[in-house]
């Protein structure tokens, strides 16, 4: 219930794009456009789903600039909070 729900979200394009072929399939003409206008986008796909993750802590790393930054992000009693950290 929780795909379908998310997959009438979608427009028509973004579904379009989940019934390019077999995922993980050989693509064969690699700058071909995929997209089947004639597939069904009404039909919910087998191999789409939607994955909820419970985020608890997220260590971030940007290599732009200089110097590059690093920042520890930690979720506490429901609250975030963030420290600075060398890189």
């Known amino acids: 219930a929780l795909c379908l729900q998310h997959w009438e979200r979608l427009s028509v394009a973004a579904r379009q794009q989940f019934l390019w072929g077999e995922p993980g399939s050989e693509r064969t003409a690699p700058k071909k456009f995929l997209i089947d206008h004639s597939a069904n986008t009404d ?39 963030s420290k600075e950290l060398i890189p």
């Open 43 to 81: 039909v919910l796909p087998d191999h789409f789903c939607v994955l909820t993750l419970l985020v608890e802590s997220v260590d971030y790393l940007n290599l732009r600039g200089n110097p590059q930054q690093r920042q520890c992000f930690e979720k506490h009693q429901g609250q975030w909070h």
